[in-house]
């Protein structure tokens, strides 16, 4: 291999291994959030399920 290809193998692991770590810290950072005493676990429940727009109730609104 010359001296180009070597260069550009380098080049690419350095950047593997580089994004590797930082996704490997991010997961980290993340499941020391998750594990942090204020950590709120929140459920949300659909909205649509409740609202009844039907368009008779929207004119009788309107008037």
Known sequence: ???KTKSLVYFI???A???LY???DQHDEFQDHLNSKT???TQFEDA???IDDSKE???QELK
């Open 1 to 3: 291999m010359n001296y």
């Open 13 to 15: 692991c350095f950047v």
């Open 17 to 19: 291994a580089s994004t």
């Open 22 to 24: 930082y996704v490997v």
């Open 39 to 41: 950590y709120v676990d």
């Open 48 to 50: 649509d399920d409740y």
């Open 57 to 59: 109730d929207l004119d």
